[in-house]
């Protein structure tokens, strides 16, 4: 169970008055606890618009790059754009293939296997290019790291143009153009995705060559999509592209995206970051995790929608297998956490049979379970390789270069690395990576959980949900608005919904609103009716599954259950 704590400690504020709307005092607290806290940035935050979104051309080699692209055009060269095998690269790759068609380019591509070729770009992709006779590669989602790869696509007389957004390590690659918000000291934002970079270069395109725009606002879905299952942090222009994306792709006329929708049975829903990040991004990710990702870029390049709603299954059918491998890889690593030591604070498991495309979502699972950064490693005949996962405020990657003498190579974020070793070093890389983490400091490994502030039932009211629905899109950096409720009773009769969800209702001061607790079916054996109390951490949704309208908390975690 978490620690709860309140975010902030910004006193009362009031309401205000915004375009004639009267901002409710809660709403004006939960965003002032966020920075949000004049009435520009508040307006700025309910009304999002296009236009904020910065100038491409203060992100470093931006003219460059776009110089060489109307070369390009210009002389009717052959194009290879190199993608990523996750939904950031596929993404990113079918944005630029799709628009760069449209100039006349002969453009082809090309997504690394993860098996075969591992993250990014590869020399399978520049020996493509050579094959295909292209004279430049851009890179999306992926090159900052490069420096072998690119140094040999220039001895081939092909130009690179990278457009990234991870942490470079070492010495940047001889690339013609490198466009990375992270090397660019003007760029106010350094929080991309690596289709929203992708995106940028676009937008520059065409404003240099005086095409409209809105013709590129239609293609705002592909960043919606990669910009949400990336998981990089929902403010400032991610924010923006993504909540015009939602609306792009619920009317989307892409076979692709029809038939994503069709099939995760979402034609009738109100699109939001949940869906992108847990019910379609999934599907695009598992192709990539189990042999190519080269099913998912086809879906978004196709225009014949039969042959989408057939890839579509197809992807379906993925994330079943990608399931039940990741269930099975689950149960064993439970079983072996059992047996660690209890000062453990880095969890290394490792196991031959594992499959690499999957252990990184079971390395997340088991981060999240123990709350202690987790590396699950499969293993081969000579070497092991794997995925890190880590927790707020521990560098997963720096940790694991502190031990860089044992391994092979590695690479990602501060949240999420790929690593592989030997396999004889396995033992010392726990043992030195542990070590490491003794000497962070012990609050880390505590799970606190932050809370907007106290809310008592009888303030839940139509107008505070109507301006909680405008913190969509929702996710890392700006999460859904969290509660603490004190000393609600438990009222109705609780039953068990879904696999293993707990439905029931609260009550406090005669006001009454039903509730639903995840994954808290056991609670249920010690409810008494009218007499258990509960403080809570919840949200506050509308559920229209019935047909009509109402108030729902959803309950994240419970405390002290008693009478």
């Not at 975010?7 to 205000?16: F, H, T």
């Not at 696999?499 to 009550?507: C, D, E, P, T």
């Amino acid at each position: 169970m978490s620690a709860w704590q309140l975010r902030g400690e910004i006193e009362k504020q009031g309401s205000i008055i915004i375009r004639n709307k009267t901002i409710p005092e809660t709403i004006v607290r939960i965003l002032a606890n966020r920075g949000i806290d004049s009435p520009q940035k508040i307006e700025q935050f309910f009304a999002p618009s296009l236009n904020d979104l910065h100038n491409p051309f203060l992100l470093n080699d931006m003219k460059t790059a776009i110089e060489r692209i109307i070369k390009a055009i210009q002389n009717k060269e052959c194009i290879l754009i190199h993608g990523d095998y996750d939904t950031d690269g596929i993404t990113g790759a079918a944005l630029l293939i799709r628009n760069l068609q449209q100039f006349g380019l002969k453009v082809v591509y090309h997504l690394p296997n993860r098996m075969t070729e591992g993250y990014g770009l590869s020399r399978h992709g520049i020996k493509k290019a050579i094959q295909e006779e292209c004279s430049l590669i851009i890179a999306v989602d992926c090159g900052i790291s490069a420096v072998e790869q690119i140094a040999y696509a220039r001895q081939n007389n092909i130009d690179v143009i990278i457009c990234d957004h991870h942490k470079p390590k070492g010495n940047l690659p001889p690339a013609n153009a490198i466009i990375n918000p992270r090397l660019s000291e003007n760029y106010p934002f350094k929080e991309l995705a690596g289709v929203g970079v992708a995106y940028k270069l676009l937008i520059g395109l065409y404003q240099t060559l005086k095409r409209p725009l809105a013709s590129l606002y239609k293609d705002l879905d592909f960043v919606a999509l990669g910009t949400v299952v990336d998981v990089v942090p929902l403010i400032d222009e991610n924010r923006i592209m993504v909540k015009y994306g939602l609306e792009v792709m619920s009317k989307s006329q892409k076979p692709g995206f029809r038939a994503l929708l069709q099939e995760a049975g979402l034609t009738k829903n109100i699109l939001t970051s949940y869906h992108l990040g847990f019910i379609i991004g999934p599907r695009i990710n598992a192709c990539g995790r189990l042999y190519n990702a080269e099913n998912a870029l086809k879906l978004f390049l196709t225009d014949d929608p039969l042959e989408a709603l057939k890839i579509a299954r197809r992807l379906s059918e993925d994330n079943l297998t990608r399931q039940n491998i990741e269930k099975s890889i689950y149960e064993q690593a439970k079983a072996m956490i059992d047996h660690l030591e209890p000062e453990t604070r880095v969890i290394v498991l490792s196991q031959a049979d594992w499959h690499e495309g999957v252990v990184g979502i079971v390395a997340s699972k088991l981060s999240e379970e123990y709350y202690l950064p987790t590396i699950i490693l499969s293993v081969k005949e000579t070497t092991a390789k794997g995925s890190a996962r880590s927790i707020p405020g521990f560098d997963i990657t720096e940790a694991i270069s502190a031990c860089q003498d044992l391994l092979i190579k590695y690479g990602g974020h501060t949240q999420a690395a790929g690593i592989e070793l030997k396999r004889e070093n396995i033992a010392e890389f726990t043992r030195r990576i542990n070590h490491y983490a003794q000497g962070i400091d012990k609050k880390i490994f505590q799970r606190t959980k932050l809370y907007d502030m106290k809310l008592d039932l009888e303030e839940i009211n139509d107008d505070l949900v109507f301006f909680l629905k405008y913190f969509e899109p929702t996710g890392l950096g700006n999460p859904q608005p969290l509660f603490f409720g004190e000393n609600f009773e438990v009222v109705g009769i609780p039953r068990i919904v879904g696999q293993n969800h707990l439905k029931f209702a609260v009550r406090k001061n005669n006001h009454t609103f039903p509730a639903l607790a995840y994954d808290r079916a056991e609670e249920i054996l010690k409810i008494e009716v009218g007499k258990t109390k509960i403080n809570c951490l919840y949200t506050i949704n509308e559920d229209s599954y019935t047909g009509k309208t109402k108030i729902t908390l959803k309950i994240k975690e419970m405390q002290g259950i008693s009478e």
